[in-house]
């Protein structure tokens, strides 16, 4: 055999390579450059090219049934498609393989030959790779994996985090140079401080609005239940620690505010009975025999607050309302309670202090309920 017959020879092995390739449609010049030389492969090109377009133009028709079923356990028993227990299987292999409690995982294992031999290599990896010796990775190692993680941004400058660490005592006032040193060099501190400034420019910028009525009602009702403003008052032995004031009270208004409260619970003096109630208007008279004069004009503005209050009560939210109601009825109890004591000890001081207390108390809750209700 010359050189030539051997080359054509290996021509023709080189056409039959790339032959099906070039026919599902990849660019090969030397299909055609090989058919124009030798003429089986031409011949053998031209047939092919014929047959893939006479199979084009046959006309479309649906298999039959049969021929569906039998295309279909032909890929089954290749593993085309996975069963719906393969498939759970695999979708709990890995949660099963973390620690988690998967009793299907063993159980398909058992039944399933294939997911049983995959779990059995997986376990056999896992197993191999506990027994492998622990090694120190290399500084370079090291160095080249910082290097990838600051590039991420996995650790964060110390520029940065010192800005992070001042930057809601600059924006509440307080002189911090870094700030603004740091926010031109550094672009991201730089865009959220310009974002914060920028908010907090819109905010100021808001119209000033006045809460409703409604608003302010709830608010307080609100406070009220937290203990805001203080616990109820409930009888007048609980009210001692109002006993000290950061200021002085001056003698004149308290002892307005007894007057006050003698007109407020009158009708209550009167539920006990002419003589019971000729005794007690002498108590109260024996305490209030000593006011200056001048102070009863100061009586007669809180008891108007009083007036005031109870003509505007039912233009209040109910719980606003009901609020204040508890306060004061809390508030007559303790004062009830202290002219009780007074009626049968008119020089007992202790209670004629706690009763000026609560008389306080109550004035500042009228004047608190007549400010809120007209907002």
Same mark, same amino acid.
């Given at each position: 055999?010359?050189?030539?017959?051997?080359?054509? *020879?290996? !021509?023709?092995? @080189?056409?039959?390579?790339?032959?099906?390739?070039?026919?599902?449609?990849?660019?090969?010049?030397? *299909? !055609?450059?090989?058919?124009?030389?030798?003429?089986?492969?031409?011949?053998?090109?031209?047939?092919? @090219?014929?047959?893939? +377009?006479?199979?084009?133009?046959?006309?479309?028709?649906?298999?039959?049934?049969?021929?569906?079923?039998?295309? @279909?356990?032909?890929?089954?028993?290749?593993?085309?498609?996975?069963?719906?227990?393969?498939?759970?299987?695999?979708?709990?292999?890995?949660?099963?393989?973390?620690?988690?409690?998967?009793?299907?995982?063993?159980?398909?294992?058992?039944?399933?030959?294939?997911?049983?031999?995959?779990? %059995?290599?997986?376990?056999?990896?896992? +197993?191999?790779?506990?027994?492998?010796?622990? !090694?120190?990775?290399?500084?370079?190692?090291?160095?080249?994996?910082?290097?990838?993680?600051?590039?991420?941004?996995?650790?964060?400058?110390?520029?940065?985090?010192?800005?992070?660490?001042?930057?809601?005592?600059?924006?509440?006032?307080?002189?911090?140079?870094?700030?603004?040193?740091?926010? +031109?060099?550094?672009?991201?501190?730089?865009?959220?401080?310009?974002?914060?400034?920028?908010?907090?420019?819109?905010?100021?910028?808001?119209?000033?609005?006045?809460?409703?009525?409604?608003?302010?009602?709830?608010?307080?009702?609100?406070?009220?239940?937290?203990?805001?403003?203080? %616990?109820?008052?409930?009888?007048?032995?609980?009210?001692?620690?109002?006993? *000290?004031?950061?200021?002085? *009270?001056?003698?004149?208004?308290?002892?307005?505010?007894?007057?006050?409260?003698?007109?407020?619970?009158?009708?209550?003096?009167? @539920?006990?009975?002419?003589?019971?109630?000729?005794?007690?208007?002498?108590?109260?008279?024996?305490?209030?025999?000593?006011?200056?004069?001048?102070?009863?004009?100061?009586?007669?503005?809180?008891?108007?607050?009083?007036?005031?209050?109870?003509?505007?009560?039912?233009?209040?939210?109910?719980?606003?309302?009901?609020?204040?109601?508890?306060?004061?009825?809390?508030?007559?109890?303790?004062?009830?309670?202290?002219?009780?004591?007074?009626?049968?000890?008119?020089?007992?001081?202790?209670?004629?202090?706690?009763?000026?207390?609560?008389?306080?108390?109550?004035?500042?809750?009228?004047?608190?309920?007549?400010?809120?209700?007209?907002?």
């Amino acid at each position: 055999m010359d050189e030539r017959q051997h080359q054509s *020879i290996e !021509e023709c092995s @080189r056409f039959d390579n790339e032959l099906r390739a070039f026919l599902e449609g990849e660019t090969r010049p030397f *299909i !055609e450059v090989h058919a124009q030389d030798c003429g089986a492969c031409r011949a053998l090109l031209a047939d092919l @090219r014929a047959i893939r +377009q006479a199979a084009r133009e046959l006309p479309l028709e649906t298999p039959s049934r049969a021929v569906w079923d039998k295309v @279909r356990a032909t890929l089954e028993a290749d593993g085309a498609f996975v069963a719906p227990a393969c498939a759970r299987f695999d979708a709990e292999l890995q949660d099963s393989l973390e620690g988690e409690v998967r009793p299907f995982i063993a159980s398909h294992a058992r039944d399933c030959a294939p997911c049983g031999a995959l779990l %059995a290599d997986v376990q056999a990896i896992r +197993q191999a790779a506990r027994e492998l010796p622990q !090694e120190q990775p290399s500084p370079a190692v090291w160095a080249s994996l910082r290097t990838k993680l600051q590039a991420e941004g996995a650790f964060a400058v110390p520029g940065c985090a010192q800005f992070e660490a001042e930057l809601e005592d600059y924006l509440e006032g307080e002189a911090r140079p870094f700030i603004m040193a740091h926010a +031109q060099d550094c672009v991201p501190c730089g865009a959220m401080l310009a974002d914060l400034q920028s908010i907090r420019e819109a905010a100021r910028a808001l119209p000033q609005e006045e809460p409703s009525r409604v608003v302010w009602a709830n608010i307080r009702a609100r406070l009220e239940a937290e203990g805001a403003f203080g %616990a109820p008052v409930s009888g007048w032995r609980q009210i001692l620690a109002w006993r *000290i004031f950061p200021h002085a *009270i001056p003698l004149g208004v308290l002892a307005a505010l007894v007057i006050l409260g003698s007109l407020v619970t009158w009708r209550d003096v009167q @539920r006990l009975g002419n003589s019971e109630g000729a005794a007690h208007s002498a108590t109260v008279a024996a305490v209030t025999s000593a006011l200056p004069a001048a102070d009863i004009a100061l009586a007669h503005v809180v008891s108007d607050l009083e007036k005031n209050f109870r003509a505007n009560e039912a233009s209040m939210t109910p719980d606003l309302k009901a609020t204040y109601e508890k306060s004061l009825v809390s508030l007559d109890g303790s004062i009830r309670e202290c002219l009780d004591s007074l009626q049968h000890e008119p020089r007992n001081t202790l209670a004629h202090d706690y009763l000026l207390t609560a008389y306080t108390r109550k004035a500042e809750v009228l004047s608190s309920a007549l400010e809120f209700e007209g907002r």
